[in-house]
Structure formats: structure tokens, C-alpha cells
């Protein structure tokens, strides 16, 4: 079956920290993959998506996630933080047709002033 | 625009009454999804629509979920005998075309609890 994993559940940091996000999948097959971020009382929302082509994706917010196929992984970066990236971050998988929508359990992103 | 809205955004019943949960996905997107998202989990894939059918349902967990988009709008989902297993935020999404390539906009989601 396909899944996702996160691999930490809560990552603490202080501003102009780098942040990495670890996203790893299980998936046989071409995939499309996601980071969507949910801010304190927001809705979910597209960080950045990767469908093919270059393995650097970059988003909004000057974040940016690399895939790569070898080790099944979409690893979320952002060179430096600020206190207004505290949120929720889910990484997500889909096959090639979008089917089989599967996200992480999430990664907390608590940012100190 | 609008956004994704759904209603209510908190419903409290108890185990074993039918609930219904609405979803007005963003006008012009012809797919719509829902999500069952349960405390310190992500988002669960329960069933995707293009149009009014239903294009995908293999996430709703048994036959005591169901849910319609009759006119290719508006969606419900529907819980019949309810559990408190079922207690969780149910998240509603919805794009210009299907899974995949698109964007994904969600509401803010229903808070179900059964007690």
C-alpha cells in the first residue's frame, strides 16, 4: 500500500534557522508529490508541487523541496526561517493520474522570535 | 472570490444518529474531494468526484458513508449509525479539473464529534 512518512513529528527552531523537512514514500511508480502547509487557524494550502522535470521545485515563501527517486524522498527546505512559518506541513503522494492520494501525518514547525 | 465552504463547522451528535456534512467547493471546479483528518494525523482520502459522479470511492472506510454531488456542485456527505470512531475534522477540497496536475483548495472543514 502506499504511504508516506514524516520524519519528525515536532521541529523546534529559532529565526534565521534552516529548516529541512524529511518526507519519504512508498509508492511503485510514477508519482507526483506535494508540500502543503497549514498555518494556525487556516486552511490547508499548496507550499509546492513536483510532476516531472527538474527535481528542485521551488514554492511560495522561498521554500523549495528536492526529489529524489533513489532514496524516495521530497525533503522540504527554506535557508532561513521566520516566526511566521510556524504551522503544520504535510508532505503528499499521488500516482501519475493523480490517483491513490496519500499525505504524511505531518510535521510540526514551531519558529521562536 | 469565495473560497471552499462548509457547514457546519462544528456538529456534536450521538453514536448512532445520521449526520450530513455540506461542502460548496469554489465556483467552476469541476472536482471535489473529501478528507477525514483525525488529532495528530493527516488528511485521509475518503472520496473524489468529477462532475457529479463519483470518480473514486475507495476511501470511504464502510457503507455507513455515503456521499452525493447531484448537480455538480454542492456536496454531502452523509454518516448513517454514527461511532465515536468517526469523531474527527472531515475536510472538503476542490480543483479546476481532477486529481493530479491541479491544485487542491480546501475549506476549513467540519468538526464532527460523536459522543
Known amino acids: 500500500a502506499q504511504s508516506v512518512s514524516q520524519h519528525n513529528h515536532h521541529v523546534i527552531l529559532s529565526e534565521a534557522a534552516s529548516l529541512e523537512l524529511g518526507c519519504n514514500y512508498s509508492?511503485?511508480?510514477?508519482?507526483?508529490l506535494f508540500w502543503y502547509v497549514q498555518y494556525p487557524g487556516q486552511h490547508l494550502q499548496l507550499l509546492l508541487k513536483?510532476?516531472?522535470?527538474?527535481?528542485l521545485v521551488k514554492g511560495i515563501k522561498g521554500f523549495e523541496a528536492e526529489f529524489i527517486k533513489s532514496k524516495f524522498s521530497f525533503n522540504l527546505r527554506k535557508p532561513s526561517v521566520q516566526w511566521s512559518d510556524t504551522a503544520e506541513y504535510f508532505c503528499?503522494?499521488?500516482?501519475?493520474?493523480?490517483?491513490?492520494?496519500?499525505f504524511g501525518p505531518g510535521t510540526r514547525l514551531s519558529v521562536l522570535p | 472570490g469565495a473560497g471552499v465552504s462548509q457547514t457546519p463547522s462544528n456538529k456534536v451528535t450521538e453514536k448512532g444518529k445520521y449526520v450530513e456534512l455540506r461542502c460548496d467547493p469554489i465556483s467552476g471546479h469541476t472536482a471535489l474531494y473529501w478528507y477525514r483528518q483525525s488529532l495528530g494525523q493527516g488528511p485521509e482520502f475518503l472520496i473524489y468526484f468529477q462532475g457529479t459522479g463519483a470518480a473514486d470511492d475507495s476511501g470511504l472506510p464502510n457503507d455507513r458513508f455515503f456521499a452525493v454531488r447531484p448537480e455538480g456542485s454542492v456536496s454531502t456527505l452523509k454518516i448513517q449509525r454514527t461511532e465515536r470512531g468517526d469523531s474527527a475534522v472531515y475536510l472538503c477540497?476542490?480543483?479546476?479539473?481532477?486529481?493530479?496536475?491541479?491544485?487542491?483548495?480546501f475549506g476549513p472543514g467540519t468538526r464532527l464529534t460523536v459522543t
Open positions: 477540497a476542490s480543483s479546476p479539473e481532477g486529481f493530479g496536475a491541479y491544485e487542491q483548495y
Open positions: 503528499a503522494v499521488t500516482g501519475r493520474y493523480g490517483q491513490n492520494f496519500v
Open positions: 513536483y510532476f516531472s522535470g527538474d527535481p
Open positions: 509508492y511503485g511508480g510514477t508519482v507526483n
